[in-house]
Nanobody
Framework: QVQLVESGGGLVQAGASLRLSCVVPGRTFSSIVMGWFRQAPGKEREFLAAIGRNSDNTYYEDSVKGRFSISRDNAKNTVYLQMNSLKPEDTAVYYC???????????????WGQGTQVTVSS
């Protein structure tokens, strides 16, 4: 079983930046593909970004391309989501996700974190 633990959410004003972190304890981190999703109230969960095992392949959904950046530090078993120029419509619960396959992490990840709330005020 792969455990994912997110942190870094909070309440910020529009235009601010926030960095989310997701730690994966254990020895599996470098062998799994990581991603981020979010779910706003009343909406379906939305894929945001993915990153390959060695940071060699990143992918972003159009809605966040240019504002959000995904990265990982395999030495720290951590994946990050840097969010800049935040907008009220970015308000959601943000989830870290993992899978052994790149396509899997984008469509139907095997593992999920518990989520962290991000609220952007206008």
């Amino acid at each position: 079983q792969v455990q994912l633990v997110e942190s870094g959410g909070g309440l910020v004003q529009a235009g601010a930046s926030l960095r989310l972190s997701c730690v994966v304890p254990g020895r599996t981190f470098s062998s799994i593909v990581m991603g981020w999703f979010r779910q706003a109230p009343g909406k379906e969960r939305e894929f945001l970004a993915a990153i390959g095992r060695n940071s060699d392949n990143t992918y972003y959904e159009d809605s966040v391309k240019g504002r959000f950046s995904i990265s990982r530090d395999n030495a720290k078993n951590t994946v990050y989501l840097q969010m800049n120029s935040l907008k009220p419509e970015d308000t959601a619960v943000y989830y870290c996700a993992a899978d052994i396959f790149y396509t899997g992490v984008r469509t139907n990840p095997a593992y999920w974190g518990q989520g962290t709330q991000v609220t952007v005020s206008s």
